[in-house]
């Protein structure tokens, strides 16, 4: 059983960077595409970036395109997010995913089997 753990949250200013990091236990990450979801409060959990699991192909949504990465890590069981230029509408619980999505769904969390238990992230203005 994978269990995912997440880390790299805290409290930082607009315009400030982040890097979320994800360490997988029991098991191989090579073999899934991972995912990074957010939600804040008072909101649905939304897909935030994804990558295959070669780390070939990567998605993002369109809020943050241009200003976070996906990255991944197989020998280390690593997933990254680097977050740059963050927005106070990027605030929120960061989790981590894993699953073996399709391409057309792979922004659908219902598609991920894998889950951390969150980070939280927090931008002040």
């Known amino acids: 059983q994978v269990q995912l753990i997440e880390s790299g949250g805290g409290l930082v200013k607009v315009g400030d960077s982040l890097r979320l990091s994800c360490l997988a236990s029991g098991g191989s990450l090579s073999g899934y595409s991972m995912g990074w979801f957010r939600q804040a409060p008072g909101k649905e959990r939304e897909f935030v970036a994804a990558?295959?699991?070669?780390?070939?192909?990567?998605y993002y949504r369109d809020s943050v395109k241009g200003r976070f990465t996906i990255s991944r890590d197989n020998a280390k069981n690593m997933v990254y997010l680097q977050m740059n230029g963050l927005e106070s509408d990027d605030a929120a619980v960061y989790y981590c995913?894993?699953?073996?999505?399709?391409?057309?769904?792979?922004?659908?969390?219902?598609?991920?089997?894998?889950w951390g238990q969150g980070t939280q992230v927090t931008v002040s203005s």
């Open positions: 995913a894993g699953g073996r999505p399709i391409t057309s769904s792979i922004r659908s969390q219902s598609q991920y089997y894998y």
């Open positions: 990558i295959k699991p070669n780390g070939g192909s990567t």
